[in-house]
């Protein structure tokens, strides 16, 4: 079992930035590949980005891709989203997700094993 806790979301001006971070514990960080996904309300989840577990793939939804980063720190057990150039569309709530490294790298929810409780991440217009 993997447990995942977000950290980093609150409130941005449209154009501004915010930094998400998530850490992971109950298996060695370096089995996993790791997500971030996010659901607005009256909107299924969406694949935000994901890092596979030695960095080797990443990978952004198109609606966050130049705007977007992901990282993750193997020693701190943590993945990180930077948000850039952030707009009103991004508000949502923004899950960490991840799978061990196995089952591969990709942008399908039920792929993934383990998910965090969830961030809000607000951008005022």
């Known amino acids: 079992q993997v447990t995942l806790k977000e950290s980093g979301g609150g409130l941005a001006q449209t154009g501004g930035s915010l930094r998400l971070s998530c850490t992971a514990s109950?298996?060695?960080?370096?089995?996993?590949?790791m997500g971030w996904f996010r659901q607005a309300p009256g909107k299924e989840r969406e694949f935000v980005a994901g890092?596979?577990?030695?960095?080797?793939?990443?990978l952004f939804g198109d609606s966050v891709k130049g705007r977007f980063t992901i990282s993750r720190d193997d020693v701190k057990a943590a993945v990180d989203l930077q948000m850039n150039a952030l707009k009103p569309e991004d508000t949502a709530v923004y899950y960490c997700?991840?799978?061990?490294?196995?089952?591969?790298?990709?942008?399908?929810?039920?792929?993934?094993?383990?998910w965090g409780q969830g961030t809000q991440v607000t951008i005022s217009s």
């Open positions: 890092i596979s577990w030695g960095r080797g793939n990443i």
């Open positions: 997700a991840s799978v061990e490294r196995w089952y591969g790298l990709g942008e399908e929810e039920r792929r993934y094993k383990f």
């Open positions: 109950g298996r060695p960080f370096n089995e996993l590949n």
